[in-house]
């Protein structure tokens, strides 16, 4: 599985970007997809994810209410519209994937080089 995340950039607080994830190398439908984050000096952590196949989604409850999670099939890409950005949402986002039913931590999850979103005040 190869991912390659794109999107990220610097933005005014209040503003909207869109990343997105390309992804390749088999067919994603037992798959969930997600986003995490990691923030210098914090630990990394999730953001949201989406069932390919069923389109169901979770998000963080930082991420409830501004943060919409997506997928194309006709493109493999997932999508991550983040609207409302605030300064406490820099980070380098990172694009996953992992087959139903394990862990994006565990051995079985993929992960992408990551994209920097910067949100100044």
């Known amino acids: 599985v190869q991912l390659q995340a794109s999107g990220g950039g610097l933005v005014q607080a209040g503003g909207s970007l869109r990343l997105s994830c390309a992804a390749s190398g088999r067919t994603f439908g037992n798959y969930i997809m997600g986003w995490f984050r990691q923030a210098p000096g914090k630990e990394r952590e999730f953001v949201a994810s989406i069932n390919w196949s069923a389109g169901s989604t979770h998000y963080a409850n930082s991420a409830k209410g501004r943060f919409s999670i997506s997928r194309s099939n006709a493109g493999n890409t997932v999508y991550l519209q983040m609207d409302g950005l605030k300064p406490e949402d820099t980070a380098v986002y990172y694009c996953?994937?992992?087959?139903?039913?394990?862990?994006?931590?565990?051995?079985?999850?993929?992960w992408g080089q990551g994209t920097q979103v910067t949100v100044s005040s």
């Open positions: 996953t994937a992992v087959p139903r039913g394990f862990a994006f931590t565990s051995s079985f999850g993929s």
